[in-house]
């Protein structure tokens, strides 16, 4: 079974861009908010933090919504042009004193903006390569990766002032029919079906110095970043609590009642609901969210049925399983499981096992 640990979460910052977005489609951001279950009243500076989910099931909502083409770096741009004024992360980063340390200080404190998302960078004696981890395959695609390979170039450019050009963006999805509007956004060498989403740049380039950094400043940002991450996940006692007894609940076969887990952990109901909210979350998120993980693992084996799945999960039809599966994912529980069927046969031939 996978870890009961909270979810991923993300800066309660990015919300207005997104809604931002939203509107500039003509959609009402309050219901994308409902749908997502966005919890309300979550404002609150870089240090409020939101459940990745609800995000990601907006993400999922605005490029489904977008009649123009190319939704992912639409939103990378305006992620990109209205995020980083206010972000300490990013005001870090222009006060360190060379490309190669904001990289490593990105990649140190990138869970200030998102810990959903994950960069990485890998080096060779000649080149650096900058990507990412996620903790799924539920998160991703080409949407991400556009979006993600954008907001990375345009920080590497507005830190060094465009003295540096990537060697080469590699995208994991085909090539569009499209290419030129690609070079013309991306202004560098493309490849595409790569093995993944990554940007390629000479190793030299760590070196460049950012000109504007002030190295006093720098000093101070750096211990305000490393507390504001400190603290992420630390304020998650009854969102933990909660979801164990859920865990328990749901293996027993016994009912998932909010009375009854405000009693386990000696409280009224009202003030478990008060407490969890306090942590930015909700118990109908605590039971979604072990629900999603235990559908994820059951689905992982091919001798669970989708009908001993849902009422393991304590749903009295399927199609409530169903729908509640696809609202969390994007896929159906059986896209899901041909997913994953599909993703070890590949890793099998591969290894020649």
């Known amino acids: ?7 991923p979460t993300v800066s309660s910052t990015l919300i207005p861009i997104f809604k931002l977005y939203a509107e500039q489609q003509g959609l009402d951001f309050s219901v994308l908010a409902g749908e997502a279950d966005l919890p309300a009243g979550c404002l609150g500076g870089e240090q409020a933090r939101v459940p990745a989910r609800c995000i990601a099931s907006i993400w999922r909502r605005l490029m489904a919504a977008e009649n123009r083409p190319h939704p992912g770096w639409r939103l990378g741009e305006m992620l990109t042009r209205h995020f980083p004024g206010g972000s300490v992360l990013f005001t870090l980063l222009l006060n360190c004193p060379t490309i190669g340390s904001a990289l490593e200080n990105f990649i140190r404190y990138h869970r200030i903006m998102a ?10 004696e ?15 695609g080409p949407d991400l990766a556009e979006a993600l390979l954008y907001i990375y170039q345009a920080m590497l450019t507005q830190l060094c002032q465009n003295r540096l050009q990537p060697l080469e963006i590699r995208f994991s999805h085909p090539a569009p029919a499209d290419l030129d509007a690609y070079q013309e956004v991306f202004g560098a060498p493309l490849r595409f079906g790569a093995k993944r989403d990554e940007l390629v740049l000479k190793r030299d380039a760590l070196s460049l110095e950012i000109h504007l950094a002030n190295a006093a400043l720098y000093a101070v940002l750096e211990r305000h970043a490393a507390r504001i991450a ?12 909660v979801m164990g007894l859920i865990n328990e609940r749901l293996l027993k076969g ?29 118990f109908r998120h605590c ?64 290894t020649g096992r």
């Open 1 to 7: 079974m996978t870890s009961l640990g909270p979810d």
């Open 115 to 124: 810990d959903i998302v994950q960069p990485q960078m890998r080096q060779t």
């Open 126 to 140: 000649e080149r650096v390569f900058l990507y990412w981890e996620v903790p799924s395959a539920d998160v991703g």
């Open 230 to 241: 400190g603290d992420i996940g630390q304020n998650t006692h009854w969102q933990r609590r």
């Open 254 to 282: 016994a009912r998932l009642d909010i009375d009854a887990v405000a009693a386990a952990c000696a409280l009224s109901r009202r003030s478990l609901q008060m407490r969890l909210t306090g942590e930015g979350t909700t």
């Open 287 to 350: 039971v979604e969210t072990i629900r999603r993980r235990m559908a994820q693992a059951y689905l992982a084996r091919p001798e669970v049925s989708m009908c001993d799945l849902a009422f393991l999960l304590g749903y009295s039809e399927q199609s409530a399983f169903n729908h509640a599966f696809k609202r969390w994912t994007g896929q159906t529980p059986i896209a899901y499981r041909n997913a994953l069927q599909r993703a070890e046969k590949t890793t099998s031939d591969s």
